[in-house]
């Protein structure tokens, strides 16, 4: 059955799974300051009026692009959940948004960006507990998170000489153990 074949809403979800695919390979490439949604749409096929009424803005395309997907229950979740995790590291060391920035700098210092930051987060953490097995699934999501979120700012506001140049495929292979060991079965 070709696409045309398909239901509207399976046709849409697709197409906006390859507008968020591209764009994170865009992004990942060339930062979020260089990639246009016209270049997105056009690795994606799409027309670029499809990918601003999917998404509205290139902002809201860039927290979705970074955003951890649920993944379903069941004993290959925790792995896919790594998987994509990592997967967003070549974003995260990327050029960051300017408010992705500011944010960040700001949620230790300011009550309003820590509530914002909070809820990013606390959204994040939902989704990657659904892969998660265990009663603790929640709290093994946010030091999953957490441990994502201590790269990002080691890299981005720290800048530090050791992640410095370093490919995201390396950090994440030093990564996956870790977090696949956090994501992995609840201990008895």
Known sequence: MGEKGLPRAERRRRTEGRILESARALFAEVGFERATIRAIAGRAEVDPALVMQYFGSKQELFQRAVRVAPVPHGEPGADEAVDQLLGTLGLKMGELPQSSLAMM????THP???VSARKVLGEQIDRLA???PGEDARLRAALMMMIMLGVTVGHQLLDLDEL???P???IARLLRPGLQALAGPAAS
């Open 105 to 108: 700098r700001s949620m230790l």
């Open 112 to 114: 309003e960006a820590a």
């Open 168 to 170: 995201p495929a390396d």
């Open 130 to 132: 659904q892969a998660v």
């Open 164 to 166: 410095r140049g370093v």
